[in-house]
């Protein structure tokens, strides 16, 4: 699908869609307000980094990274960067979901993308996903690898939840962090592992899988809200203890609590 870009509103948007969709851009664009839950297509979690130093090992295989948008390169596509890679390779983003994405308000924010990661071939992208990639742009991306975005989703640290909670309510967004402590089999808290003294996040995880250990780094997805304690007694059957009971409501009440659908191991 062919996205154009609308400088008024700096947002990509397809010429014909019938869902709330996702488009690509590297200046600051106001979050998407889509609560669609973030699709699980199973790609194995894997650093930029290793994408960009080694992406032979990659090809072909479906992988989950999140990084920062350096640029966008025409309007369905964008570069990522490892900033810890020192003059490293970007890695060219192509949004095949046939949906436009808008960027979250601060740049800091990361974005998680799961696609293939493949050898770049304009004609080929083109045919295949029906999109109108100009050869002349991306000329200098012929034959390098490429990350053939399948799912699109914001994904800020634990820390920028707590702290701007209002950016990211009835999203759905994708967060990695440290579980901090575990209170129940369906509740835990989780906090940067590179931030101290941050305020944890409170997971709710509705989705059957195990959370980890204490101290384990994961990936959630679902959405942000308020916690209030009577209109998640009437939406969930989450079996609390009285003590977790009290503690969140005691602590949470009108706080960012985050509602999982998906806990995956993030990457190492």
């Known amino acids: 699908m062919v996205s154009r870009l609308n400088h008024k509103n700096l947002a990509l948007f397809p010429r014909q869609f ?7 851009m590297a200046i600051v664009l106001p979050a998407c307000s889509s609560n669609e839950e973030v699709e699980d297509l199973g790609g194995t979690n894997v650093t930029t980094e290793e994408v960009a130093e080694n992406p032979e090992a990659l090809d072909n295989q479906l992988v989950t990274i999140r990084s920062n ?5 025409g309007d369905s596509a964008f570069l ?7 003059g490293g390779e970007s890695i060219l983003v192509i949004n095949t979901t046939g949906q436009p ?14 696609g293939e990661v493949s050898p770049f071939v304009v004609a080929d992208v083109n045919r ?12 200098e991306y012929e034959t390098k690898p490429a990350l053939l975005a399948e799912s699109l989703a914001l994904s800020p640290d634990p820390g920028e939840v707590t702290e701007n909670p209002g950016n990211f309510y009835n999203k759905q ?3 990695e962090g440290d579980i901090d402590e575990v209170l129940s089999a369906n509740t835990f808290t989780m906090n940067d592992a590179d931030l101290f003294g941050g305020e944890d996040l409170m997971v709710i995880n509705l989705s059957p899988d195990t959370i980890p250990a204490d101290g384990g780094t994961v990936t959630v997805t679902g959405v942000l809200r308020p916690f209030v304690k009577a209109d998640f007694d009437k939406e969930y ?3 609390w203890d009285l003590s977790v009971e009290e503690k969140l409501e005691a602590e949470y009440t009108n706080k960012p609590v985050f509602v999982a659908d998906k806990v995956y191991p993030g990457a190492q």
Do not use: H, M, R
């Open 69 to 73: 948008v350096k640029k966008t390169v």
């Open 173 to 175: 967004i994708a967060i």
């Open 80 to 86: 990522v960067e490892d900033e810890a890679l020192l």
């Open 101 to 114: 994405f808008t960027l979250p308000q601060d740049d800091d924010t990361e974005v998680q993308i799961t």
């Open 237 to 239: 059957d989450l079996q």
């Open 18 to 24: 019938g869902a709330i969709a996702l488009g690509v």
């Open 128 to 139: 295949e996903f029906n999109l109108a990639l100009d050869p002349e742009i991306f000329v």
